[in-house]
């Protein structure tokens, strides 16, 4: 379920009047209005995933992967 809180008057009154032009409910007009933006929305692929998080990690220093395994096995 989702609720949407606090429109602005304007913009409640501007949904109602398109959804009574495709005569559909506000409602109905505002999940038509959802399911059409995000459907057009391409998701990131792995590649620009990955890509963003190196950008997120540039410049931090990093600690080799056999050098956490080793500790991970020294503290048992």
Known sequence: ML???NFDDALIARLKARA???GRSAEA???EILRQ???AEAEP???D???RLREMTAGRDGTPSETLLRE???AR
Do not use: I, K, P, W
């Open 29 to 31: 007009e505002h999940r």
């Open 37 to 39: 933006v995000l459907s």
């Open 72 to 74: 991970g096995r020294d």
């Open 3 to 5: 609720q949407v809180r």
């Open 45 to 47: 692929g792995f590649a």
């Open 49 to 51: 995933l990955a890509a």
């Open 20 to 22: 009574a032009r495709h």
